[in-house]
């Protein structure tokens, strides 16, 4: 029978203390080859960021690491400065729909309130003559005026105290700006009734007298400048009179064919007996053939406001900033004295007072 073998305690704690030792070791190992693989995945993550940021210092690189030519670089840059371009004309586009809307709003207040009292800002027509596209182009029309007013004013400002010419050229071509805003809205207001348009009762009585298709005549305002503007050079002066000549031409053309237009109007109204009650049927031919050449009269008060807005195109490069800058307060104290001569007539007394 086999011997049982004694075992000190001392030899038991050691042997705990080997065990214990080694059971510690086995788990630091573990750990330590855990904290191993973290630290590999932080540093791939850490180099890939530090490779991103050395790529936009030092340039984009295909992906095969190469980097670009300079060529296909400079497409990159362009690419992204156009990228940039974009959204900023689109963060300018959504301002302007913003900047329109409460526009709207507040015209449409506007409105309300005309209506409460039965006359429409800027006339003393009675609600009902009035339609909307009409009543929207005087209040725009009155706002235009002003801002026409406090532009002169700056104007003239310029011109007085001998500022730079590039200054002065930017006050020049917001004037251009401000009456391409004028011909936008008689556009708008030609589709909408062109013959609050035809008739001027946007305008003083004064005004009315000098209109021509519902706005000024280029050839006449033309003839007004040339003696404003001395002394011209040889070659602005001749195209200042070609300028005027072939607005001449066209404005001669459009009177025609406006007289044309008004006879066939007048044919399509008339065309069945006026003293026999027509039909029914019948008279609903007759107003679709009149509207039919109505839609035809739009058209020729666009054409008039193209030869006006052109004319002031071709006026502005024939001619230098300051002669520019002169024209447009010519035209702005015209309009200014025929607006004070309605002022006068109105309250002038009469022959049987």
């Known amino acids: 029978m086999p011997q049982a073998e004694l075992v000190s305690p001392g030899s038991m704690r050691a042997d705990y203390g080997q065990q214990q030792e080694v059971l510690m070791v086995t788990v630091d190992d573990y750990n330590y080859g855990q904290g191993l693989e973290a630290a590999a995945t932080t540093a791939e993550i850490f180099q890939q960021h530090t490779a991103g940021q050395d790529k936009r210092k030092n340039g984009s690189a295909r992906k095969d690491g190469k980097p670009l030519d300079a060529k296909t670089e400079k497409r990159l840059a362009q690419n992204r400065e156009a990228a940039r371009k974009s959204r900023l004309r689109k963060k300018a586009y959504v301002q302007q729909l913003e900047t329109s809307r409460i526009r709207l709003q507040q015209v449409e207040q506007e409105l309300q309130g005309a209506r409460s009292q039965g006359i429409f800002p800027g006339s003393g027509s009675a609600s009902g003559d009035m339609s909307p596209g009409a009543v929207m182009f005087d209040m725009e029309h009155a706002r235009w005026l002003e801002d026409d007013s406090k532009l002169m004013t700056e104007l003239q400002g310029y011109l007085q105290a001998q500022n730079l010419d590039s200054n002065l050229g930017a006050i020049v071509e917001e004037c251009m700006r401000h009456y391409d805003e004028l011909f936008h809205l008689r556009a708008m207001l030609a589709r909408s009734d062109v013959f609050h348009l035809m008739t001027g009762l946007w305008a003083t009585t004064a005004e009315r007298c000098f209109l021509w298709m519902g706005g000024f005549r280029p050839s006449e305002i033309l003839k007004m400048l040339i003696p404003q503007l001395d002394p011209l050079t040889e070659q602005q002066l001749l195209g200042m009179c070609n300028l005027q000549r072939s607005s001449e031409q ?6 025609q064919g406006l007289q044309q237009l008004h006879q066939s109007l007048a044919d399509a109204v008339g065309a069945s007996p006026l003293s026999d009650a027509a039909g029914v049927a019948n008279y609903t031919v007759l107003m679709a053939l009149a509207l039919d050449r109505l839609d035809t009269l739009e ?15 071709h006026m502005r490069r024939l001619l230098t900033t300051r002669q520019a800058a002169r024209c447009f307060l010519s035209i702005g104290e015209y309009r200014r004295r025929l607006r004070a001569l ?3 007539w109105a309250p002038r007394p009469t022959a049987r007072e």
Do not use: H, P
């Open 250 to 255: 066209t404005e001669e053309a459009l009177v």
């Open 342 to 344: 309605s002022s006068v």
């Open 299 to 313: 058209s020729f008060y666009r054409q008039a406001d193209n030869l006006r807005q052109q004319t002031l195109q």
